[in-house]
């Protein structure tokens, strides 16, 4: 994949959810960026000036500042427009979004509480992500991405979270079969690869 070029900083957390998300999305358009990995408990000033919520990921783009992940990587997606990352017709592009949404919300969620929450609560958010994930299973069988035949905008919100399942100390039981046969094939991509921070290497998938 040739390389675009770009003006492009992208203030990164080494493990957060979010920030893989966008990293998974530059990598994919193959942008060149210069990604800056930050301590979000000790931010850079530049950032403290940029983001009046000092919160990762941050995309600058010439004069442009960009912040929260659903924002950045659809700005992505119309800005460098191949490969598209978002279907071409209003009705499948409005599911995406919604899936997107609902994915934010629910599984996302769940996994920062798993991350961060109290040890009851986190108990509780592992239960709840890992009941929910194994419902849906089926659907990961019913084409090569996530309800599509294409790869989207939203396997690249749904992909980090699953490459964190170990970590999460989350397992799947065989029935779930169709939701590791899905993380083989999006963690083999090349884009995906490169999406990683040295630390994220660490969870292993």
Not at 1 to 22: C, F, N, P, Q, V
Not at 42 to 50: G, Q, R, S
Not at 79 to 98: N, S
Not at 158 to 184: F, G, H, N, Q, V
Request: net charge negative; hydrophobic share 40%.
């Amino acid at each position: 994949m040739a390389l675009k070029h770009s003006t492009m900083t992208l203030y990164s957390d080494a493990l957060g959810i979010d920030s893989h998300r966008t990293r998974i999305v530059l990598a994919e358009k193959g942008i060149m960026v210069n990604i800056i990995h930050v301590d979000k408990n000790n931010p850079p000033e530049d950032l403290l000036t940029i983001n009046p919520y000092h919160s990762l990921p941050t995309l600058v783009d010439r004069d442009l500042v960009l912040y929260e992940a659903s924002i950045i990587t659809e700005y992505l997606d119309e800005r460098f427009p191949h490969p598209p990352l978002l279907p071409v017709y209003p009705v499948a592009r409005a599911k995406c979004r919604l899936m997107i949404y609902r994915m934010e919300h629910d599984w996302l969620t769940l996994a920062a509480t798993i991350i961060s929450g109290k040890k009851a609560e986190a108990d509780e958010a592992r239960k709840d992500l890992r009941s929910q994930l194994i419902t849906i299973a089926p659907l990961f069988a019913e084409a090569p991405y996530f309800l599509s035949e294409d790869f989207s905008l939203a396997d690249c919100c749904l992909a980090p979270m699953l490459w964190r399942l170990k970590s999460l100390a989350i397992e799947l039981p065989t029935p779930a079969k169709s939701i590791y046969d899905y993380m083989k094939r999006i963690f083999a991509r090349d884009s995906f690869q490169k999406s990683l921070s040295d630390l994220e290497r660490e969870f292993g998938g």
